[in-house]
């Protein structure tokens, strides 16, 4: 079993994401009105911000979480048919089945991220519908070989509160180049595809980005090969695999 990382239950207690349109995206092809009427899983469900976005549309969900369940706990409140379970999404067994299982921003971070996804797969019934985003090993360079070593080396090591003002500074220092530099027609620079959303979002919201690249206790970057062995042809049909914003993939399958 993964071992419990106090950093998430610290970040969802301080931080929110409340972009919809941003999950939206993460899931496509699919869409909100995927999730009406089904029984949903949702893997790594974190500060639960995820839930309640599909909670209006389902017929019930289950958040599995090991970190962060008391965020989770205060943001599905409203929602009888949403219940939570403390588990490793790699390991746990629900003896059940689900319409829908997602896992968004989750597997990347895990102790072995083929396995989690093998796991939480087994957990979709035959017909029911998997969908996943991470992020990518394409397109991610400078996080790899830049920012991982300097995080793991120092970053890491200090207080969450030393982290966040960090994050808060990198924040300001960026929206320079990316409402300048980045404004041009220049697609070979490199996250350019990823700093279009950034324009569209809150200064907290990135503030959260950058936080959540910095306080991830372990990241893997997932090469595209590696998704298409996920969604194994012999096991789905209906496969979906693209990337967003040249640093993550989306994918989803329906299980045959």
């Known amino acids: 079993m993964q071992r419990k990382q106090d950093e998430w239950a610290w970040q969802w207690n301080r931080l929110s994401d409340d972009n919809l349109w941003l999950f939206t995206e993460w899931i496509k092809p ?4 995927s999730f009406r009427g089904k029984d949903v899983l949702d893997c790594g469900c974190g500060g639960g911000q995820h839930l309640e976005f599909v909670a209006p549309y389902c017929r019930s969900a289950v958040g599995v979480d090991l970190n962060a369940l008391e965020s989770a ?6 929602f009888s048919q949403v219940s939570l379970v403390e588990n490793d999404i790699a390991t746990m067994d629900l003896k059940r089945q689900f319409d829908v299982v997602y896992s968004i921003g989750v597997l990347h971070h895990t102790d072995d991220p083929t396995k989690s996804f093998m796991n939480i ?10 969908i996943v985003w991470v992020y990518s090993r394409e397109g991610n360079a400078l996080n790899r070989w830049l ?3 300097i995080k793991t080396v120092l970053i890491y090591h200090l207080p969450r509160s030393v982290v966040l003002f960090l994050a808060r500074v990198l924040t300001v220092l960026l929206t320079v180049p990316i409402y300048t530099i980045y ?3 220049l697609p070979f620079l490199p996250f350019y595809q990823y700093f279009q959303n950034w324009r569209k979002l809150s200064f907290e919201r990135n503030v959260l980005n950058v936080f959540d690249k910095l306080n991830a206790p372990q990241t893997w970057f997932i090469p595209r090969s590696q998704i298409e062995r996920w969604f194994d042809p012999a096991i789905f049909t209906d496969i979906h695999i693209s990337p967003y914003k040249g640093v993550s993939w989306r994918g989803s399958g329906t299980k045959k």
């Open 73 to 78: 706990t205060k943001r599905v409140a409203a």
């Open 147 to 149: 920012l991982e070593p």
């Open 121 to 130: 797969a087994r957990h979709c019934r035959l017909g029911g519908r998997v």
């Open 30 to 33: 699919n869409t909100l009105e």
């Open 183 to 185: 404004l041009l027609p």
